[in-house]
């Protein structure tokens, strides 16, 4: 863990959903608590290995916080959990199996790019957004 953040999320920066959820995710985290990096950026890269998964095929967003670190579903769950709000209310959504859940979000993974498309490279953050990024 890095003194310069707490909670991190590693998204697949040429899925156009994932760029949509971090999009999302700027604009809803108030606290100004979650920081970012691409999967496939240096950093992301080495942290996605590091948990056993495969950064040239990404299949799901990491979320590491000083609680351990979330993947799929939980990974979502615990976003909306920090959040806070209306969006909090998401974590009563952990009442459903995580076997079941892990299935749902592992379907729209398979297809994200197929349903919303992907670029060629990751997007620059806004200027009031940068200080967010790693890499």
Known sequence: MSAAW???LLFDGV???CDGAVQFVLKHDRRCL???ASIQSV????LYRQQGLDPDSPRTMLLITPQGVFRESDAALEIASLLGGVWGLAKLLKILPRGLRDQAYLFVARHRYRWFGKKDQCLLPRPEWKSRFLD
Do not use: D, M, P, V
């Open 6 to 8: 707490s909670h991190l």
């Open 15 to 17: 899925c156009n959903l």
């Open 34 to 36: 979650i920081h970012f």
């Open 43 to 46: 950093t992301g890269s080495r």
